[in-house]
């Protein structure tokens, strides 16, 4: 489901008009503001497996200084793998600790070790570091849950829907007061019932996976 349908479904809870665009009122802008935050708050929740995605790091000798292309600044780096010679890359016990083995008097290049997020690029994309410095050709692979952004009407949104709906909605009827039907305390039920069943089903493809979090 897209953005607008998102904001819809919650206009309609609210008995408002549908829009043709989420800017189409400043009180569909509002809407559209919470349903970011509903988002934010159920993909928060857990690793969910749709938003996983794998983004692979080829190496060079003697660079230790790589971006994560299109990762942006919402994410969650699960696992990485050096994929060339099958093994887990570690983080790094500290930036302290990377700095003073990338900038010390002494370098060493082998095959990379540990990693560290050091910064963003000019696309405002995560920098990683490696140590050891790479001594040639690696394929790391980064393993991550990024975040959905949301900003054209068009823009979809990959977990399960009805809670993010049921959340926006509790946003909505709080910040205005009354909503002639269910009270504060409904919504939140039937915002934390949908969660735990969206939940368990997403559980279902990560057996060894059962924590989620709602606040």
């Not at 570690?90 to 082998?110: D, F, I, R, V, Y």
Request: aromatic content about 10%; glycine content about 6%; proline content about 3%.
């Amino acid at each position: 489901m897209n953005y607008l349908a998102i904001v819809n479904e919650v206009m309609l809870r609210l008995r408002e008009d549908e829009v043709a665009s989420v800017s189409e009122s400043s009180y569909s802008r509002l809407i559209g503001v919470f349903v970011k935050q509903a988002l934010s708050e159920v993909e928060d929740a857990r690793d969910w497996n749709v938003l996983r995605t794998t983004i692979q790091v080829t190496t060079g000798a003697g660079d230790w200084n790589y971006a994560l292309t299109n990762a942006g600044t919402s994410y969650n780096i699960l696992c990485v793998f050096n994929d060339t010679e099958d093994y887990e890359v570690q983080k790094a016990p500290s930036a302290t600790w990377m700095t003073h083995n990338l900038l010390g008097p002494t370098t060493e290049q082998n095959q990379p070790g540990y990693y560290d997020i050091n910064g963003v690029d000019a696309s405002g994309d995560p920098i990683v570091n490696f140590w050891p410095i790479p001594d040639g050709v690696y394929n790391v692979n980064f393993n991550m849950k990024i975040k959905t952004v949301l900003s054209a009407d068009t823009d979809e949104v990959y977990v399960d829907t009805l809670p993010v709906i049921l959340k926006a909605t509790l946003l909505a009827v709080d910040e205005r007061g009354d909503d002639a039907g269910l009270t504060i305390d409904a919504l939140q039920g039937q915002f934390s019932n949908a969660l735990a069943n969206a939940a368990a089903y997403d559980a279902n493809l990560n057996e060894d996976e059962t924590v989620w979090e709602v606040e």
